[in-house]
Structure formats: structure tokens, C-alpha cells
């Protein structure tokens, strides 16, 4: 299914949580390094207190700024050393797509989108089975702000996963 974009330099996997994006990057795409703003609040939690656990309760506005640069920086590491990349966030607006494809620009790099939009009931039962749950007004508000991707946008290619 995801043979025409096996060679693009930054395959982007989005959806609301519990869409399935993070198992279908480690089933499809496990070769691909994989970034993922959710892990990266979990290193810099333990880094910066000790060992301690994140939970959805510690999510706090003001370190999003770093989460960001971090991602940034590390997209920028592995683009700059040709390495493919997948990135594994929600994205579920154009703007929160543009830095991806202004890098894949920067970067001369194909980008493809993956876009994973199962029934809200779905996202909501499959949220509930994951080790950190986000609380289901999360889901529902980020379900009600989804834009659908268009090529438009400057993606190389899109796929729709249901």
C-alpha cells in the first residue's frame, strides 16, 4: 500500500489520537527514524525531574514552545544527513502541516501524508486501550477542528486510512 512512497525523504502520519498512527509507523515504516512530540514530553519530563512519569495532567502550554524546537532540531538532523524520516504527530490542521512541508522544501525532500480519520467513536474506544489516555473532550474538540488534508497544501502525495 505504501510502495509509491517508500523513497520520499518525510512521510507524515496524522490523525486524532487513538487514530492508530503510531502502530501503523512501526508496522509500515519501522526502518524510518521517528519523531514523535508525545515521546519527546516523555524524555524531557524524566530528563528534568528525575526519572518521573509523564501523564496527560503534565501537558502545560508553556514547555510546547521547547517540545517544538526539539522536534525541529531533530528533523533538521537527520534531513541534513539524508536520512528518512517519518513524523508521527495529530496534525490535524493546515497550519499545524506547514512546518513539515516548508522543511521537505528547505530539505528538497518528497513529503507524503498519511492521513488516519476513523468515527469518533473509534478514536474514542481505541484512546481508552492506550497506556496515556487524553481525556475523550480532547478527542472530540480536535476531531471538530480536523482539516482534511489537500495537496493543495504542498504534500507530494496523500493517503487516506480509515
Known amino acids: 500500500m505504501f ?3 517508500i523513497n520520499y525523504g518525510i512521510v507524515l502520519v496524522l490523525g486524532n489520537y487513538g487514530a492508530g498512527k503510531s502502530s501503523l509507523a512501526a508496522e509500515a ?3 524510518r527514524m521517528r519523531i514523535n512530540r508525545h515521546e519527546i514530553r516523555h524524555g524531557l519530563k524524566e530528563m ?3 526519572g518521573a512519569r509523564w ?4 501537558w ?3 514547555h510546547e514552545g521547547l517540545v517544538k524546537h526539539i522536534e525541529y532540531d531533530i528533523i533538521c538532523h537527520y534531513l541534513e544527513r539524508d536520512k528518512k524520516i517519518l513524523v508521527d504527530n495529530t496534525s490535524v490542521t493546515k497550519k499545524s502541516r506547514k512546518r513539515y512541508i516548508d522543511l521537505a522544501k528547505k530539505y528538497r525532500k518528497k513529503i507524503a501524508c498519511i492521513f488516519l480519520n476513523p468515527d469518533i467513536s473509534v478514536l474514542i474506544k481505541q484512546n481508552r486501550m492506550r497506556q496515556y489516555p487524553v ?3 480532547i478527542i472530540v474538540d480536535l476531531y471538530s477542528k480536523t482539516e482534511v ?3 493543495s497544501e504542498g504534500f507530494d502525495t496523500l493517503l487516506f486510512v480509515n
Do not use: G
Open 3 to 5: 510502495e509509491q512512497i
Open 29 to 31: 515504516f519501522p526502518e
Open 48 to 50: 528534568t525531574e528525575y
Open 55 to 58: 501523564t496527560p495532567e503534565d
Open 60 to 62: 502545560n502550554e508553556d
Open 135 to 137: 481525556p475523550d473532550r
Open 149 to 151: 488534508p489537500d495537496k
